[in-house]
């Protein structure tokens, strides 16, 4: 009787009722670390994902969903908050920043409004919440310890396929994927042990679908599959070198596989197709708002993505966005944006390479060997780009570039594409007031000072008057702008000097030795 009164109210317009307090469904989440759509079911020919393959072939799979960070803690944190990372100053990795005044998270919300929410096990978020989260998050956590009737909210991660996996001890039995039929991205040298990485890759893969596999079987074991709606999903892109932690496509792109059972498919959209695919753009930033609207829970007003499932599901996206800060122990800021076929990369410290020397990822064999052979010369220009400055602009066609090599953004015939692009991403910063143009120190400092988190400090509209942080360090960090001296421009930032003062040194560091040379005088007072 509740479900006809469901739709009755449904039909008549009454959305907001649509599924009632006591008749909600299980969402259960299925995430697996570090991989692309390096699937079977997304045309893979060389990936073995029989069981993922399985649950596609009844569910709908996202052909374009990115990843808002492409690495594992900001990208969580975006999922867990519904909020772009950089919009709360937790882009760096490992930052730990605290949440804006009296935020929730995702799963506060859900057991708020009557679910049980299990976390079975990684949290590894940038934000230190306020309260708790879940009802359980450990190696112990499932959704079979709720109260009898009641919905959950259940997250298994899947860590077999993570970066760390690539590179250690794997059974023999487990070597499934033959080296020499791996597929070699343009940009990596085809070298015995960059074959060796990519194949063991794709076994983890394998031995992650199994895993997944048994999770589907206890579902439904546990006479729940037809009352549960379930994601499957990558925290970003391939644990790779030149994958995980860049903005590239392959460092963003991960499969998104959602099955919605009959019993609630009202609640899917028009482009979700069972058993087929969906071009709609998805971001990591919509999760949150989606699961939301999926249970009959209204999102917060700060949410900054869009529902792209449920009664209330946005219009599709125009874009998604990435964005890149600190990692680990190294320093770099890039921001991103795609409409599903292109790809634009700012680079705001072009000065540093994409290969900064990162101890963690040194230990995967395939960056050594990458980097002795460009250290020896023998790689060619698309393999060796990675080991030097970075242009201040990159622009891809992944149509034609799957691999994005060739950078367009000189090109006259992209132009309009990449005015287009660059015009989203500036608009994009603005409007969520992207907080990776103060430095990470100075940031965290004013924040304490000011008695909140760095969220809360950008919102301050005589501090945020400093919106030319953007045009500042676009001018200054750009080597083909006009030669202004930006440290006689800082006095016309007051109180905010220091910033104006960091991007004029990272300005003169962009353009060389000549940068350097020309206001030492400047570099040496700062």
Known sequence: MLRI????????????????????????????????????????????????????????????????????????????TGMYAQSLGAEHMRSMVPVPKGFQLLPQHLRAAGYYCSNNVKEDYNVAPEGQVWDESSNKAHWRKRADGQPFFAVFNHTITHESQIRNAIDEAN?????????????????????????????????????AGQLLHDLAADGLADDTIVFFFSDHGSGMPRSKRWLYDSGLHVP??????????????????????????????????????LCGVTAPGEYQGQAFLGPQAAEPRSYVFGARGRMDERIDMSRSVSDGRYVYIRNYLPHRPQGQYLEYMFQTPTTRVWKQMFDDGQLNEAQSRFWTPKDCEELYDLQSDPDEVANLAGSSAHSGKLDELRTALVEQIATIRDVGFLPEEPRVRWSAVAGGSAYDLVRQEDFYAAQAWHSVAVFATDPSSPERNYFDDAAAYLPLQEIALYWAATGALARGEPGVQKFQAELRSV
């Open 5 to 80: 009164a469901a739709l009755v109210c449904y039909f008549s317009g009454c959305i907001p009722a649509l599924i009632s307090a006591a008749e909600r469904p299980n969402i259960l989440w299925i995430t697996a670390e570090d991989h692309s759509p390096h699937l079977g079911c997304y045309g893979d020919p060389y990936a073995v994902t029989p069981n993922l393959d399985a649950l596609a072939a009844r569910s709908c799979r996202y052909t374009f969903c990115w990843s808002n960070c492409p690495v594992c803690a900001p990208a969580r944190t975006t999922l867990i």
């Open 175 to 211: 070597r499934i994927h033959d080296p020499a039929k791996a597929r070699v991205p343009a940009y990596h040298p085809d070298a015995p042990e960059v074959r060796k990485d990519w194949a063991q890759y794709y076994d983890r893969l394998t031995m992650m679908d199994t895993q």
């Open 256 to 293: 998104l596989i959602v099955h919605i059972p009959k019993r609630w498919r009202h609640l899917a959209t028009e482009d979700y197709q069972a058993g087929g695919t969906s071009s709609r753009l998805v971001s990591f930033v919509d999760f949150a708002p989606t699961l939301l609207n």
